[in-house]
C-alpha cells in the first residue's frame, strides 16, 4: 500500500490540479515533478520537498504538489511540517488518497489519534485493502484506548493479510486489553 503512495507521488504533473494553459507553465511544472521523481528515487526527500516547493510557487493550489510536498516531508522525518501541505491538499481536494494517508498515520506519530480517524477512513473508503490505512486506523483506535474498536480493524486486516505477524501481536494486544477491562 505505501508502494501505491509513492507511485502516486511518483505520476507526472498533468491532470493533477494545474489549469490548462498555453503558456510553459504545464512543462515547467512538469519538468519540476519529474526532478522531484528523481530525488526521490534516491531517497532525498529534502531535496524533492524543494522541486514541489517550487511547482507550489508556479500553480499555488495544485493538489498535487501539496499532496506529494507533505508525503516527502513527512518521509523526510518532518511531521509537523508535513501537515500544513496535507491539509491544503485536502482543503482543495479531499480525496487525495496520499494527502489522506500520510495525513493520518503523521497524526498517529504525533500522538493525536483522534484526528487520524477521518483521513484513514477516507482511504479505506477509496482502497478497503490499504494495509498502512488499516495500520494506522488500528493504531489510531488503540491510542484512543478503543481496543474493542483497534481489533474491530485488526481482525479486518487479518482476514486480507493472515500471514501479518504485526497485525497478530496487535490483536492480541487489543484483546489482552478488552478482557482486562
Known sequence: AFL???????????GFGFPPSVSQVPSQIDQLFQQAQAEIAKGQYD????????????????PQAL??????LYLGGHL???????????????????????LGMDYVKLGEPEKALVPLQRVLRQ???????????????????QYDKAGEVYARELGIYPTYSEGWYGAGL???????G
Open 127 to 145: 482502497d478497503n485493502k490499504n494495509r498502512d490505512a488499516l495500520r494506522g486506523l488500528a493504531s489510531a483506535f488503540f491510542g484512543l484506548r
Open 4 to 14: 501505491a503512495v509513492m507511485s502516486a507521488i511518483l505520476a507526472p504533473a498533468g
Open 174 to 180: 487489543c484483546f489482552e486489553q478488552v478482557a482486562e
Open 47 to 62: 531535496a524533492a520537498a524543494d522541486q514541489y516547493r517550487q511547482a507550489l510557487a508556479i500553480e499555488p493550489h495544485s
Open 80 to 102: 509537523q511540517k508535513a501537515l500544513e501541505p496535507l491539509q491544503k491538499a485536502l482543503v482543495i481536494d479531499p480525496s487525495q488518497l496520499p494527502a489522506n494517508l500520510i
Open 67 to 72: 499532496s506529494n510536498l507533505g508525503v516527502c
